[in-house]
Structures are given as C-alpha cells and as structure tokens.
C-alpha cells in the first residue's frame, strides 16, 4: 500500500501494481502516431481540442505538443451520476467549456472508454452547440466493457477489461502520475475488477 509514511514516492506507487500494460515508450509511440493521423485530416483546419478532466491531462498534453496544427485547448469536467463506481450515463457538468465551439472543429480527448456512456453524453452534448466537426480521440478503450457503441476514429490501444490506473487514469485519485498504463494488484482495490467512475 502507499500510506506508509508521509512521503510517497514511485516505489511505493509501484509495489501496488500487477503488472505495467503499456510501457511510457509505446505510449508516447502510439501518441506520435495518432498525432500524425490527426495532422493529416485536419490539414488546414484549426482544432480545438476538448479534454475531459481529470483523467485526460496527460494524454491532452503530450498529443498537443506531437500535433503540429495549429490547437486551442478547453477542458471539461463530468460526474457520473451511478451507483457505486460504474457510470450511469446521467452525467452531470462540473465544469463547462470557456469558449463556444460553434463553427469550430472540436476534438475530444479522452484517456480511456469504459461503458461509452459518458462519451455518448458528452458527443450529444457538445452536437447540440452546433461545431462545425466533432470527433473523438481515446488513448484506451475496453471493447469487453462497451455498454453503447460510440464513434470514435482515434484510437490508441484497445485493452482487456481490467482495472487499469496510471498516465492520467486513477484509483481513489492516486497513481495518475504513473508515465505507463499498469493493472492495479487486487489486493489494493478489492479485486472487483470494475473500473471507478
Ligand atoms: C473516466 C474517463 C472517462 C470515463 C469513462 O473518468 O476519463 O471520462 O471515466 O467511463 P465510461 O466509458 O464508463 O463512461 P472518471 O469519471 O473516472 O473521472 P476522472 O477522469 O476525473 O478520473
């Protein structure tokens, strides 16, 4: 566990984990090529990129400086109104976008789809401001997990339904600064297996 003492340090973040999924490596790799896909289709086109707090600060991050077209970037924050830590696809705002995206082409940012509900929301959401493009890009997505079916043309990786924290993505708001995706040991979380919401 991580609360042995005042200090935590990596060491301790890293005798939790099972396993690392996704090294710092293949991550930043598959961020280059995503970058270059996005590049491609919007030659041209300023993007506004749309992160959603929390877990998409790193992802936000290291795809805006591979991308070389020109970017704003607005963050918004969701909850997930549900039982327990599955999302119910009832979401509420916490925090709304700064600016109006209509006329804009807008990307969402993601770091992982779960259920799909919260993307489905936040898709139809943001439709209804009348962008002039909307697209999405998830570094992870657990097709076993898939409660909805969301469009989505950028992909990193598609992974098994585990519980999965590091690179931006939590448990009870710990190990977000992880550089690699890893699987949290049992012993930590319970071993449900359900991601928290
Ligand atoms: C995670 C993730 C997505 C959502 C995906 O956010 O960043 O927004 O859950 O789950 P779904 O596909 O089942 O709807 P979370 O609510 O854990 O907040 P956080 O990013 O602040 O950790």
Not at 94 to 119: F, P, W, Y
Not at 145 to 152: F, L, P, Q, S
């Amino acid at each position: 566990m991580i609360a042995k003492g005042s200090a935590v340090d990596e060491t301790d973040m890293r005798a939790d984990l099972e396993k690392v999924l996704i090294p710092e490596e293949e991550l930043q790799e598959k961020i280059r090529e995503l970058a270059a896909k996005i590049d491609a289709d919007y030659a041209g086109r300023e993007i506004l990129l749309v992160g959603v707090l929390k877990g998409a600060v790193m992802v936000m991050a290291d795809l805006a400086r591979a991308l070389h077209s020109p970017v704003s970037m607005d963050w918004m924050a969701v909850s997930s109104y549900g039982s327990g830590t599955q999302s119910s696809g009832v979401v509420r705002i916490l925090k709304d976008l700064d600016a109006d995206i209509m006329d804009r082409h807008v990307l969402i940012v993601e770091d992982i789809i779960d259920s799909g509900l919260t993307l489905h929301w936040l898709m139809s959401n943001l439709e209804s401001r009348g962008p002039a493009s909307l697209g999405v890009c998830a570094l992870l997505r657990k097709p076993d997990a898939a409660k909805i079916e969301v469009d989505v043309k950028y992909i990193g990786f598609d992974i098994p339904n585990e519980f999965v924290i590091g690179y931006g993505l939590d448990y009870a708001e710990r190990y977000r600064n992880l550089p690699f995706v890893g699987t949290l040991a049992p012993h930590v979380y319970g071993g449900s297996g359900e991601q928290e919401g």
